[in-house]
C-alpha cells in the first residue's frame, strides 16, 4: 500500500476520505464511472472511502497493491451497493489481489464416484463466508471492457450478495414470498431464453448474445454477468434485457 491507505486506521471517521486526485483519476481510468449523476458519485465516494476501513487488501505473487489498485476496486465494488450500503458486504474482509487470471484446483466426484481433479483459469472468484479473488489485469482493463458489458469486480461482488442467503443460485435475499415469486418469474424467463440463444449460436452458427456467454453455465453466473453490464452499460443492456432493467433498478435502487 501507498501512504493514503496506510494512514487510515490513524485518521478520525470524519477524515477517512478518498483524496480528491485519486478519486479523480480513478473516475478518469473508469469512464463508466465518471458517468453516474453527481450525486451518486458523491455518495460512492464516501462509500468506497468506508469500504477500504473495513476491508483488508493482499497482493498475491509478489503483487504490492496501490492506493491507486485499492480505490480502483473500492469505487467498483460498492456500486452494486451504492444504495443497500455497506452490510452487504460485512461477511468477509480480505480481498486478494493476483497480477493476472489465477489457477483454482478443483475436484468433482461424478454419479459413478470417480473423482476428477482438474485446473480452473480465474478472473476472480467469491467464496462464501470468505474473500474475494481478483485479477488485477483485468480490472485495470475495466474502462475499455465497459463496452461489451464485462466488470471482473462487480460480477464478483454481485456473487457476495447472491450468497447472503446461503449458496450462490442467482436469486439475492429477498423480504418476501411475492418478491421471490417476482424476482424468480422474470430471471427464469430470461435465463432460459439467454441459454437457448448461445446454444443456437454454439451449435448452428447463429447470431451469438451480446452478453457473455459465460453467464449461460448456471442461474447464479446469469445473475453476475446480467449485472455486470447492467451497471457498466445500461444502455445496452436494456435493448437486450428490458424486464431485467426494471427488476434490478427495484432491488438496486430500493424507494425510501
Same mark, same amino acid.
Given at each position: 500500500?501507498?501512504?493514503?491507505?496506510?494512514?487510515?486506521?490513524?485518521?478520525?471517521?470524519?477524515?477517512?476520505?478518498?483524496?480528491?486526485? $485519486?478519486?479523480?483519476? !480513478?473516475?478518469?481510468?473508469? =469512464?463508466?464511472?465518471?458517468?453516474?449523476?453527481?450525486?451518486?458519485?458523491?455518495?460512492?465516494?464516501?462509500?468506497?472511502?468506508?469500504?477500504? !476501513?473495513?476491508?483488508?487488501?493482499?497482493?498475491?505473487?509478489?503483487?504490492?497493491?496501490?492506493?491507486?489498485?485499492?480505490?480502483?476496486?473500492?469505487?467498483?465494488?460498492?456500486? /452494486?451497493?451504492?444504495?443497500?450500503?455497506?452490510?452487504? %458486504?460485512?461477511?468477509?474482509?480480505?480481498? +486478494?489481489?493476483? /497480477?493476472?487470471?489465477? $489457477?483454482?484446483?478443483?475436484?468433482?466426484?461424478?454419479?459413478?464416484?470417480?473423482?476428477?481433479? %482438474?485446473?480452473?483459469?480465474?478472473?476472480?472468484?467469491?467464496?462464501?463466508?470468505? /474473500? +474475494?479473488?481478483?485479477?488485477?489485469?483485468?480490472?485495470?482493463?475495466?474502462?475499455?471492457?465497459?463496452?461489451?458489458?464485462?466488470?471482473?469486480?462487480?460480477?464478483?461482488?454481485?456473487?457476495?450478495?447472491?450468497?447472503?442467503?446461503?449458496?450462490?443460485?442467482?436469486?439475492?435475499?429477498?423480504?418476501?414470498?411475492?418478491?421471490?415469486?417476482?424476482?424468480?418469474?422474470?430471471?427464469?424467463?430470461?435465463?432460459?431464453?439467454?441459454?437457448?440463444?448461445?446454444?443456437?449460436?454454439?451449435?448452428?452458427?447463429?447470431?451469438?448474445?451480446?452478453?457473455?456467454?459465460?453467464?449461460?453455465?448456471? /442461474?447464479?453466473?446469469?445473475?453476475?454477468?446480467?449485472?455486470?453490464?447492467?451497471?457498466?452499460?445500461?444502455?445496452?443492456?436494456?435493448?437486450?434485457? =428490458?424486464?431485467?432493467?426494471?427488476?434490478?433498478?427495484?432491488?438496486?435502487? =430500493?424507494?425510501?
Amino acid at each position: 500500500m501507498l501512504n493514503w491507505l496506510r494512514t487510515l486506521g490513524r485518521q478520525s471517521a470524519s477524515t477517512k476520505t478518498i483524496p480528491d486526485t $485519486l478519486w479523480m483519476d !480513478t473516475l478518469l481510468h473508469f =469512464p463508466f464511472l465518471a458517468r453516474r449523476p453527481v450525486g451518486e458519485l458523491q455518495r460512492l465516494h464516501e462509500l468506497a472511502g468506508k469500504f477500504l !476501513t473495513q476491508k483488508e487488501f493482499t497482493g498475491a505473487h509478489g503483487l504490492k497493491v496501490t492506493d491507486e489498485m485499492a480505490v480502483s476496486i473500492a469505487a467498483q465494488a460498492c456500486l /452494486p451497493v451504492l444504495h443497500l450500503g455497506l452490510r452487504w %458486504y460485512d461477511d468477509f474482509k480480505g480481498i +486478494v489481489v493476483h /497480477p493476472g487470471a489465477m $489457477l483454482a484446483r478443483r475436484e468433482v466426484t461424478d454419479h459413478a464416484g470417480v473423482v476428477h481433479r %482438474y485446473s480452473e483459469e480465474l478472473l476472480g472468484e467469491a467464496m462464501e463466508g470468505g /474473500p +474475494v479473488t481478483l485479477s488485477w489485469q483485468d480490472v485495470a482493463a475495466a474502462g475499455s471492457t465497459a463496452e461489451h458489458g464485462h466488470n471482473i469486480v462487480i460480477h464478483e461482488f454481485i456473487h457476495k450478495i447472491d450468497m447472503r442467503d446461503g449458496a450462490a443460485d442467482g436469486c439475492p435475499p429477498l423480504p418476501t414470498r411475492s418478491a421471490l415469486s417476482g424476482w424468480h418469474s422474470v430471471m427464469q424467463p430470461a435465463f432460459d431464453e439467454f441459454c437457448e440463444k448461445v446454444a443456437m449460436a454454439k451449435r448452428f452458427g447463429a447470431e451469438p448474445p451480446w452478453l457473455d456467454d459465460y453467464g449461460a453455465g448456471s /442461474p447464479a453466473e446469469f445473475f453476475a454477468v446480467a449485472c455486470e453490464a447492467y451497471f457498466v452499460n445500461r444502455e445496452r443492456f436494456t435493448q437486450d434485457f =428490458p424486464q431485467l432493467t426494471v427488476l434490478f433498478d427495484k432491488f438496486f435502487i =430500493p424507494a425510501k
